[in-house]
Each structure stands twice: as structure tokens, then as C-alpha cells.
């Protein structure tokens, strides 16, 4: 009986032996993973020879280049296709993570930013078509502008968005743990929209704007903009110049993307348009449609956007004083619409 018992105890000590080395070794771990390891672009436009970055002029915009770049988002999804059909899902931090993967199988990967308000994705199961859109938004005043861009859907700017894909992630043996560096990159791109008062900019009292001819979705594969169009609507802030936006977009329609590994980036004659609707101080609306064709064909992802010479003249801004006008006041107004030919 004694005898019987130390061949037990002896047995489960070499067990427990055998169990440390084990875990020692990290073989408890009996699944295949991947160590995530994240990295971004932070860029908020793409240079096509406006070199931007080199010549930036902080003292006249009041920032930065540099200050426009995005940061990190929250979180990042993973999406795993594995040869048998079925999608796996991860969340993850935005430096990365160790994730579980099924051994000895080939794989895809989608990964993208998931800490998002004002967007929309669609066709997530298949990887060509998956892409993201912006929110729909609505501005009644903006009849007359639509008629530049008929048949256009209105957008709110799309949150920043990034993404990446791996076509094949190779097998990965049972008890593996192999680094995968990933490199996220944007997918949504800031224009600074200039819009510059040569005379009644003190008659302002708020500002508002609309973008027509951008893309109205990106696929998250390769970074390809959308044939479709889309009017962006936005709010301006009042400068001692005139009126100033950052305007989040996809770029323009039908756009491939070199930076994704795609090359022949050529654009088709296409029609871009700014609106600005001002209400005045007296109340009154006014509004401005600019042509800005020439100046978005250089710049497909992102830049700036600058025009000149807008005027509100003194029979617009006169009225009774005292007249008080409300963020709320905002709806249909007086359809006085001066459009201008950008100078810049």
C-alpha cells in the first residue's frame, strides 16, 4: 500500500515536471498565432505636385502641416478568410495583438478602424467589394447647388479611416507564435478649404459649405475610390480673411491608389464644385458656387482648396439693427446666388 502510494506521488510530481517544462516553453499554448504588430501612415493628403509639405506657410494658415496629420484611432477589426468560407473576427488595440489562428491553413486578412460615427460598410464578406461610405445628410437650401451634381447623394464628411490587406498569410504550424508587421494606412483625406473676402466679411454671422464631385465610397481592398459622386456638406468657422473648413473626403471618383501598390493614376475630366451659404447679420442668405475643377484635378487626395474675391455687398447686408440671429435660424433664405471665378 505504502509502495503503491509513492509510485503515485512519484508519477504526479513528474507529471507536474513535465507540465512546467511545458509552460516553461510556452506549449501550452496548443493553437497556431499571430503577434499583430500595427503601424500607420499618418498623412492627410497625397502629393501629385503641389508639394504641399515642402511648402507650407504656418504663419498665413495658423497651423501647422503637420497638425492636420490623423492619429491613431481606438481599435482596430481584424476580419480572417480561411479557405473554407468562413470569416473570423479579432478586435484589437491600436499597436496590435497576439490572435489565435486555425493551423496549417492559408489565409487573407482585412484590417481597418472601427472607432467610427459617420461611416458606413458594406459587402464585408467579400474582400474586393467591401468599402466604406460616408453618412447620409440633408440641407434643403441646397437646391440650387445640387443642380450642378443632379442625382448626387449628400454626405456628412467621413470619419478618418484606415485600412489593410493581406491577400495570403502563409500556415502557421501548431505552437507558433510568428510576428506579422502590418502596415494601416488611410483611406479618407483632409482638404483646407480657403474661402477669402475681398469686402463685407463683418456682415457674417455664420458659415456653412458643400463640396460636390467627391467619391462617394472607398474600397477597403486597395484603396480605390468609387466611380459614384457625392455632395459633402460641412460647417465653416469665421477667419479675419473669410471662412475656413477642413473637409474630410475619399478623394475623387473612380481614383486608383499607387500608394496601395496600385500604379496608372489617371483621373477622367470630371466636374468639382464649392458652395458657401452665408447668413448675414441682417438675416439675409447669400450664396456662392465656385468651380474649383482645376484645382481639385491636382490635388485627388486631399490639399488645399482656395478661393478669392467674395464679396457681400452693401445693399445685401443692410437692415434694421439689432437683429439677432440663431445657430437654430438656420433653414430655407433668400435665394441670392453670386457665383465667382476662383482666382487662385
Known amino acids: 500500500m505504502i509502495l503503491s502510494r509513492i509510485k503515485f506521488i512519484t508519477f504526479i510530481m513528474i507529471l507536474m515536471s513535465v507540465m512546467m517544462s511545458c509552460r516553461d516553453e510556452l506549449c501550452y499554448n496548443h493553437f497556431p498565432s499571430l503577434d499583430v504588430a500595427l503601424s500607420w501612415e499618418h498623412e492627410w493628403e497625397r502629393d501629385y505636385g503641389m508639394r504641399h509639405s515642402e511648402n507650407w506657410d504656418t504663419p498665413l494658415h495658423g497651423f501647422g502641416y503637420d497638425d492636420l496629420r490623423p492619429g491613431k484611432p481606438e481599435w482596430v477589426n481584424i476580419i480572417r478568410f480561411t479557405p473554407d468560407g468562413k470569416r473570423h473576427e479579432h478586435f484589437i488595440g491600436n499597436d496590435g495583438d497576439n490572435i489565435m489562428v486555425e493551423g496549417g491553413v492559408d489565409q487573407s486578412m482585412l484590417l481597418y478602424n472601427g472607432d467610427t460615427e459617420y461611416i458606413i460598410l458594406s459587402d464585408m464578406a467579400t474582400p474586393p467589394e467591401a468599402r466604406a461610405s460616408a453618412t447620409d445628410?440633408?440641407?434643403?437650401?441646397?437646391?440650387?447647388?445640387?443642380?450642378?451634381?443632379?442625382?448626387?447623394?449628400?454626405?456628412?464628411?467621413?470619419?478618418?479611416?484606415?485600412?489593410?490587406?493581406?491577400?495570403?498569410?502563409?500556415?502557421?504550424?501548431?505552437?507558433?507564435?510568428?510576428?506579422?508587421?502590418?502596415?494601416?494606412?488611410?483611406?479618407?483625406?483632409?482638404y483646407v478649404v480657403r474661402y477669402e473676402f475681398e469686402y463685407g466679411l463683418e456682415n457674417v454671422a455664420l458659415a456653412r459649405g458643400a463640396l460636390g464631385g467627391m467619391a462617394d465610397s472607398v474600397y477597403l481592398l486597395d484603396g480605390r475610390s468609387s466611380e459614384e459622386a457625392t455632395i459633402i456638406i460641412y460647417d465653416c468657422d469665421i477667419k479675419d480673411y473669410g471662412c475656413e473648413a477642413h473637409v474630410r473626403s475619399f478623394g475623387v471618383p473612380g481614383f486608383p491608389d499607387e500608394y496601395y501598390?496600385?500604379?496608372?493614376?489617371?483621373?477622367?475630366?470630371?466636374?468639382?464644385?464649392?458652395?458657401?451659404?452665408?447668413?448675414?447679420?441682417?438675416?439675409?442668405?447669400?450664396?456662392?458656387?465656385?468651380d474649383v475643377s482645376d484645382q481639385i484635378e491636382k490635388q485627388p487626395r486631399g490639399g488645399l482648396i482656395t478661393v478669392s474675391g467674395l464679396r457681400i455687398e452693401d445693399i445685401d447686408s443692410s437692415s434694421p439693427a439689432g437683429f439677432d440671429v440663431e445657430v437654430e435660424g438656420w433653414g430655407e433664405r433668400v435665394d441670392i446666388d453670386l457665383p465667382v471665378s476662383p482666382d487662385k
Open 137 to 190: 445628410r440633408t440641407r434643403t437650401s441646397l437646391t440650387a447647388f445640387s443642380e450642378f451634381h443632379p442625382n448626387t447623394r449628400t454626405t456628412n464628411p467621413p470619419d478618418i479611416l484606415y485600412s489593410a490587406y493581406l491577400q495570403t498569410v502563409a500556415p502557421v504550424k501548431t505552437h507558433e507564435s510568428r510576428p506579422l508587421p502590418v502596415k494601416m494606412q488611410p483611406l479618407v483625406y483632409t
Open 261 to 290: 501598390g496600385r500604379g496608372d493614376s489617371k483621373m477622367e475630366p470630371r466636374r468639382y464644385t464649392l458652395n458657401l451659404e452665408v447668413r448675414l447679420k441682417n438675416g439675409k442668405f447669400v450664396e456662392f458656387n465656385i
